[in-house]
């Protein structure tokens, strides 16, 4: 499949479309800005198009780790990108809706990514807590976003 990923804010405030312009995705409020990509369900991955480098979780910084209890974060991820260690290269779009998911497994815990995204001096990015509720509490205000895969003709 081929298409862009919309990403929604719990709140609807906040939605847009996955960009990748460096090596960790941002989010557009513009479509036309917005990277195309190729979901390959038969080995469950996501890569922009005309790109071998796939999608991948990574932590933001070398120390962060999976673990539950801390306030560390992922970022979606060139494959290539120079970051913390890789809690995920598999990707799912499902259901009806093409929901766009990640199971995460690093530092021997397994679980599913969660998204949020935070708006700061007109960007908006996206994380990927390792623990949710320490996560809010370390930085404050953040939107809970779901992904979805759109398919493009």
Not at 100 to 122: H, I, Q, W, Y
Request: aromatic share 10%.
């Amino acid at each position: 499949m081929i298409g862009r990923i919309r990403v929604d804010g719990k709140d609807h405030r906040v939605h847009g479309y996955l960009t990748l312009t460096g090596d960790v995705a941002l989010v557009s409020e513009d479509i036309n800005t917005a990277s195309v990509f190729v979901a390959d369900s038969s080995v469950q991955t996501l890569r922009v198009k005309g790109q071998e480098k796939s999608l991948v979780i990574k932590a933001a910084v070398i120390s962060y780790s999976l673990r539950p209890g801390t306030y560390h974060f992922g970022y979606i991820a060139r494959s290539s990108a120079n970051l913390g260690s890789q809690w995920s290269e598999i990707w799912s779009v499902t259901g009806d809706s093409n929901v766009v998911t990640s199971p995460l497994k690093a530092n021997g815990r397994k679980c599913d990514a969660k998204f949020v995204m935070t708006t700061n001096e007109g960007m908006t990015s996206i994380y990927i807590p390792a623990d949710m509720d320490v996560f809010s509490a370390e930085f404050g205000e953040h939107t809970v976003a779901t992904l979805y895969f759109e398919t493009m003709s």
